[in-house]
Each structure stands twice: as structure tokens, then as C-alpha cells.
């Protein structure tokens, strides 16, 4: 039997006869997705989806509406508007789509873990493996909560609505709709489930600067000595992998809040790429496909042995898994941890540049973190099929509804009142640029960002970068016990020829500084005196 909605969908004017199966949990979610035909079981339990045509975000579909609440508060130069009328069409269709439903699969849930900070966010689905999907990813209220639960917002994701642009002011008939002012997101046209997380994301983003609380796209861990770390970085830079590591306490690995008290996770669960995936490198994270509770979106299953191919990208380079965050070992508690002692940008640099690891001074973490500087991995988004350099400001530009100058002063404030060290990690390329050199080896991130953390980089020698100025080990030993050379510190020592490192390096500069121009009026001389030097 499905539980009971303390508040009925008849209370926020939802009028439909389907049967409602009301916070099911994870076995009986799974039932239901292979009775409607939604998935199959791989060999050791996890549940298999394929999404169709969408397997990553579309992010020129999504849009917020565009009224007397966002006009003044909403970045618009970043986030694309749809007016008032066209999301009443569009509501009022989606309310016939529900209405039609036999079966509908409705989540109370958390987007926070700190009480305090969190906001009640109701999901309503089509589909049962979405339900589990979003159950998964977002924070889990006890019975006792979800007796006297009350939602804040409502997301709605009905894969199977057709948006029409001449009605509903869409570009196509995929549509991610974002209203503030009803505190209501719509959702059609997609079966990819990562648009319901980073429209929790996208809430919260919004609601948490004016508290005084830094939004962050990261992830989170806690050493033994206590000391927290933060991984800001897009999909494909490594925030799930780094921040998996046994010897550390897992805060979460994508969405956090950073308030006085804490550093709190948004979810409850991880949302891992698993294209490629290994025992030997991402043991903990190889694991969680053995278990049941996982949800594995576009990974390919024989269907015979129900064996997984995770080197098969024949249905998305961007293939997932979603699993409880408790999946992996030695996770907090509460979900949360202390205040950051290290911020870590992660950058996954295409043109080879940059060293594997840089350490930043609070002015030059803030201009890091404006550019948010990466390469777009392949299948993150429609239509990029292998990496490109990109800018996407605070890392997370596409979830950032408010002005960048916003985060970016919440984050230079904290570092300074806690005395953070900063450091820029590039997983990218060395050797040269992607297509002739080669993916920084894993291990040699891991010994250096290892070596930062447990404090080993605070006696090593330095060097400033000629291009970007922040400071470079010149050796560290812990590379050597990984058995990595360290030539690997000086990036133009890798390349076959100098003087193309020079010019890719110089032309990196410049796009650097052609980006953050529209930044600099919102940042003080410090900041603007941390850009890079063109020549």
C-alpha cells in the first residue's frame, strides 16, 4: 500500500483520478518499474534505464519565468525567460496531462540536509524509476516528518508532454519551466532525470544567497583531522571521483550549502558517470553497480547474463548511476561536516596548459571560481560529442539564477573569515593538447591533492606560473612514492615543443581575460590584479 500525503494534490489545485502511489520506497518503486516496463535488473541488483534520445541536460530548453518576483533578482544575461502567459498555457496543460494519468508517483522529500537551510520540495512523476531516481538523490524525510510534511515547492515531470513553442513559448517540445513566484517546476519531453535534481539545485541556488548561505556545485569530504575540502567542478571533472576516497568522510558529491555552522549536502544520494568505470580506479563507486538500490541510466547490459558494459558507450557517453549516498564507505552521518579548511577548483584543461596542481591566493580563487574555467566532456550536454574548452562562471553557470559577482563575494568572504587554503587541480590533459597528449594520470592527482590536504604541500618550494602567476610545487614527494615523474609539475616540460606551449598557453590567457571582462566591474582591484598576463 502506498502511504498517505499529509497534504493532498486536491490542496494545490491538482485534479486527476490516477492512482496515487505516495512516497513508496526503494523495493517497491523498483517493482513497479519493471512491471510497467520502465527498466530491467542487472545481475547484481541495480536497476537498468535507458532515457532515449535525451541522455544529458538540455540546457537551451530550460527556461524562468520572467515576473514582478525575478525581474531585478534573476541573471538574465545567463538564464533564459518565458513570460507569465506562456507558463499559464503551459500549466494548464500540464494539469490535463494529470489529469488524464491512470498512475501517478508523487516524492515528499528534502533538497538540504540542514534543517535550518532546507526547503520541502514535493515530486510528482509519470514514471516509477524516476520517483526512485529522485527518492535517491534528494534527502529522505523520516516517517515522522513526512506526517506533518508541507511542500514548498512541486516539481512535475511528465516525460511523455509534448511542449508546443507557439503555446508555451519553448523552443522545442522539451521543456524545463521554472515559475518563483508559484515555486512550481514543469518538466516534459525528457526522460533524463538529472533535469529534477538540478531543478532542486537551481531552488536553492536562488533562495540560499539571501541568507546569508553559499549555493555550491561540489562536492565535500572530511579528512581524519577534521578539516573539510571542497571539489568545485563541472560533470567529468572529477568532483564524484576525488571525493570518494575511503580514508575520507563523504559529505556528498555534487550540491552543498556552506553556511555558519556547516557544510551540508542537498541530497541524499551521488549521481556518478560511468562510462569507463573501473574497480581498480573507483573502487567505492564500482561497488555501488553491485548493489541493489542503484539506478544505472544508459549503461549497457547484456541481455542474456545481465552483465554491465561500462566501456560500451553505444547509448550515451554521459551513462549514470544514482545510489544512496550511504552506498559508499565511511559517509557522514547527518550529511554534513564542518566549515571547508581547502577549496579545490577543478579544471579539466583541453589545451594542456595548466599544471596538475596550482595553489591560489583568496584573490585569485575568486577570479578562478568567476571563470570557472573546464572543458565541456562529451554527452554532458546535446550535442557536444567530445570535450571543448569552456567557461561556465561559479562552475555551475547553467544553475546560477542569480549574478555570478553574488556567489563569487559569498565565496572570497567565507575564505577569508575561515583562512581556507585554495588550490586549482586540473584532471585535464598534459603533454599537449586533448587529441595529442594524454588524460592526467588519476594516480597523480590523487598523491597531490592527497599531499594538499594532509598538509605535506606547506614545506615544499614554489614557483610562479610565467602565464597565470599562482604558485607551483617544483617537487613534491609524494608524487615520487606514487612512482610519478615529476616533470609532470612543470606542464611545458611535457610537450614535444616548447614553443606551442607558449602560444597555446598565451592564447588560454587571452580567453581567460576576454571572458571575465564582463565580470570586472563587479569585483574590486585585488580580483581584477589576479587575472592572468597576456603578452
Known sequence: ??????????????????????????????????????????????????????TGRSAKDKFIVRDAETESTVWWDNNASMNPEHFAALKADFMAALAARDTLYVADLFGGSQPEHRVNVRVINELAWHNQFIRTMLCRPTADELEGFTPEYTVIDLPSFQADPARHGTRSETVVAVNFTEKLILIGGTRYAGEMKKGVFGILNYLLPAKGVMPMHCSANTGADGKTAVFFGLSGTGKTTLSADASRTLIGDDEHGWSDQSVFNFEGGCYAKMIRLSAEAEPEIYATTRMF??????????????????????????????????????????????????????????????????????????????????????????????????????????????????????????????????????????????????????????????????????????????????????????????????????????????????????KLVQLFVDNFAPFAAHVDDGVRGAAPQAA
Not at 498517505?4 to 492512482?19: D, E, M, R
Open 1 to 54: 500500500m502506498s502511504a498517505s500525503l499529509s497534504v493532498p494534490l486536491s490542496a494545490q489545485g491538482i485534479v486527476t483520478n490516477a492512482t496515487i502511489h505516495a512516497n513508496l520506497g526503494t523495493p517497491a518503486l523498483v517493482e513497479h518499474a519493471i512491471a510497467n516496463g520502465e527498466g530491467r535488473l542487472a545481475k547484481h541488483g541495480p536497476l537498468v534505464v535507458e532515457t532515449g534520445k535525451h
Open 293 to 506: 538500490g542503484t539506478v544505472l541510466e544508459n549503461v549497457v547490459m547484456d541481455a542474456d547474463t545481465r552483465e554491465l558494459d561500462f566501456d560500451d558507450a553505444s547509448l550515451a557517453e554521459n551513462s549514470r548511476g544514482a545510489y544512496p549516498i550511504d552506498f559508499i564507505p565511511n559517509t557522514s552521518k547527518h550529511n554534513l561536516g564542518p566549515v571547508p579548511s581547502h577549496v579545490v577548483m577543478l579544471t579539466a584543461d583541453a589545451f594542456g596548459v595548466l599544471p596538475p596542481i596550482a595553489r591560489l591566493t583568496p584573490d585569485q580563487a575568486m577570479y578562478h571560481f568567476l571563470s570557472g574555467y573546464t572543458a565541456k566532456v562529451a554527452g554532458t550536454e546535446i550535442g557536444v560529442t567530445e570535450p571543448q574548452a569552456t567557461f561556465s562562471t561559479c562552475f555551475g553557470a547553467p544553475f546560477m539564477p542569480r549574478h555570478p559577482s553574488v556567489y563569487g563575494n559569498l565565496l572570497k568572504e567565507r575564505i577569508a573569515k575561515g583562512g581556507v587554503q585554495c588550490w586549482l587541480l586540473n584532471t585535464g590533459w598534459t603533454g599537449g593538447k586533448y587529441g595529442v597528449g594524454s588524460r592526467m594520470p588519476i594516480k597523480a592527482t590523487r598523491a597531490l591533492l592527497n599531499a594538499a590536504l594532509d598538509g605535506k604541500m606547506d614545506a615544499v618550494e614554489y614557483r610562479k606560473d610565467a602565464n597565470f602567476g599562482f604558485d607551483v610545487p617544483a617537487s613534491v614527494p609524494a608524487l615520487a612514492e606514487a612512482g610519478i615523474d615529476q616533470t609532470i609539475l612543470d606542464p611545458r616540460s611535457t610537450w614535444a615543443d616548447g614553443a606551442a606551449y607558449d602560444a597555446a598557453a598565451q
